[in-house]
């Protein structure tokens, strides 16, 4: 029997391993991978494959046909010697339609009385897939007998072994949600004239917080999003609405809906300290409800058997350097970090994902909920290069995974140490401060109690742990104060209030394999315990 191979050592490469713990491939192929071992198994070049009948081989890359052509020049017939992904999993994205008649077999054994709880969320591609594998199974058993229902991306999982592996019934999104969102169906039957005059005076400020290429195609494409969540909510009638992120137009789309029909609803997200997952009411970073509702934390009392845990949490986090997400060491950045010059004072800058998150600086809603000081990471880029010329200070700029700089003349690109892939732990450790927008980074930053250097809006805003600028002319003042008094006793103090706070209302444990155990347990469900008057960003 032919040994199992996977062709593709990325994303999708890894998600076909993180989900299919049963299947073991002998190694994987991939032909422009840095990497030579990924999730404990061996990457190699096609050129050292010498015997290519030895191997089944699945393609796990969205565009097989390359390599489709490559397998066949080697003599190999599609089924019998290799297939895509797609097919050997059993995964095809199904169609609207389709994924309705799903929702409608469901509604007939869902019992009326006990109504489910609507999860969306990306469960392909998060972060840490074992614990939030773990984290999921957990939450939906302690749900029992009421049901969760599950609508996600499922991309490289078949329903039926995604429902068997967390006892839940699972809706796969349509193929209108992958990432080429303008080939969806032309078929208007879900939205013709379905909506009304303030629906549609809705989505049309909606559109206004995104960036677009074509808004006609973009203000479309978010009526689909409304009406095809619309009407699974008047299908489901849900008891409880959970959406991980809330950046996206469906997470706005989704919240909007659920106040519309009086559904609580709340946002989950990688929690702000490693090893946990947070839930909200309203939002995430600046749109969540203390980022918004500063004086909502002043009800919750700690204690200083409390403190004296986050201070031993804050020591585990360093000494095991936990994060969400893995890094690696590249010759590349290795590199980039000997230009560091020992002898000045060093300033790291932490990108946002902007690009990704399609926000438009130039609507309010950045204004209020992102910054009121810059409209993008690069705009911060830039006054901090000549910041840091003028005060002779180095100046480290790591980019949100997947951005790239742009525009910046080469001349200025040389006064910067570009870091692609290096951890995070490692460039706080060799930083004076930090400065950022917004970033799960800036939790960490004050965990090592480096100063932190805020110009967005965000949960950490008036708290008191951070140097906060109002305005651009502000800036580089700022800067040089925070390193020259470094992370105050006070600003400590503050934020380990905080983050107790946080682990008493907000944090859950996330079910990774820590030493130590901290936030929430999934006995306690969000929402269950504390009413939240959440005054609805979506009405404004």
Same mark, same amino acid.
Request: charged share 30%.
């Given at each position: ?54 191997? /089944? ?203 519309? /029909? ?204 951070? /140097? ?73």
């Amino acid at each position: 029997m032919k040994k199992i191979v996977y062709w593709g050592a990325g994303k999708i490469g890894i998600w076909c391993l993180e989900q299919h713990t049963d299947i073991s491939p002998l190694f994987l192929i991939d032909s422009f991978s840095e990497q030579k071992m990924i999730c404990g198994k061996e990457v190699k070049h096609p050129d050292e494959i010498k015997d290519w009948t030895a191997y /089944y081989i699945v393609i796990t890359k969205k565009k097989y046909q390359e390599i489709e052509a490559v397998l066949k020049s080697k003599g190999l017939q599609k089924n019998s010697d290799y297939s895509w992904y797609q097919d050997f999993f059993s995964c095809h994205r199904p169609s609207i339609e389709e994924n309705l008649d799903l929702l409608r077999t469901y509604d007939k054994h869902c019992s009326a009385e006990l109504r489910p709880i609507m999860m969306i969320v990306p469960t392909a591609c998060m972060r840490n897939q074992k614990s939030f594998s773990a984290f999921l199974r957990d939450y939906i058993r302690k749900r029992k007998p009421r049901q969760v229902v599950v609508f996600t991306q499922l991309e490289v999982i078949s329903p039926k072994k995604f429902a068997q592996k967390f006892d839940c019934h699972v809706i796969d999104m349509p193929a209108i949600f992958g990432r080429d969102k303008l080939e969806y169906e032309v078929d208007d039957f879900l939205y013709t004239g379905s909506l009304s005059t303030e629906e549609g005076e809705w989505l049309e400020q909606l559109e206004k917080r995104k960036v677009s290429t074509n808004k006609a195609e973009s203000l479309r494409f978010c009526k689909l999003l409304y009406c095809y969540y619309k009407t699974i909510i008047k299908e489901l009638h849900p008891y409880k609405i959970l959406i991980w992120g809330n950046w996206t137009r469906e997470s706005y789309i989704l919240g909007h809906l659920a106040d519309l /029909y009086g559904i609580s609803r709340g946002y989950m997200e990688h929690g702000w300290i490693p090893g946990t997952t947070q839930f909200d009411p309203r939002g995430i970073a600046g749109q969540g409800i203390y980022a918004v509702k500063p004086d909502i934390l002043d009800e919750i009392i700690v204690t200083e058997k409390e403190i004296i845990e986050i201070q031993k949490i804050k020591q585990y986090v360093i000494e095991k350097q936990l994060d969400t997400r893995v890094f690696h060491k590249t010759e590349a950045d290795r590199e980039e970090l000997k230009k560091l010059d020992s002898r000045k004072k060093t300033i790291f800058l932490i990108g946002m994902d902007e690009i990704g998150m399609g926000m438009n600086p130039q609507d309010s809603y950045w204004d209020r909920y992102i910054s009121g000081v810059y409209g993008s990471v690069q705009e911060v880029l830039i006054d901090l290069i000549k910041i840091c010329a003028v005060n002779d200070l180095n100046l480290i700029f790591k980019p949100h995974p997947g951005n790239k700089i742009q525009n910046i003349p080469e001349a200025d690109l040389n006064k910067v140490i570009y870091i692609k892939d290096a951890s995070v732990d490692e460039l706080i450790q060799i930083s004076d401060a930090m400065v950022s927008i917004t970033s799960a980074v800036d939790y960490k930053v004050l965990i090592y109690e480096k100063p932190l250097v805020q110009v967005g809006n965000t949960g950490l805003k008036g708290k008191g742990c951070a /140097y906060e600028v109002m305005n651009k002319g502000d800036l580089e003042n700022t800067v040089l104060e925070a390193l020259e008094i470094g992370m105050t006793k006070e600003q400590v103090r503050k934020y380990d209030q905080f983050l107790a706070k946080l682990l008493k209302r907000y944090l859950w444990d996330d079910m990774s394999e820590k030493e130590i155990t901290y936030g929430l347990t999934l006995d306690t469900d969000f929402g269950e315990e504390e009413t939240y008057e959440c005054n609805s960003i979506y009405t404004d």
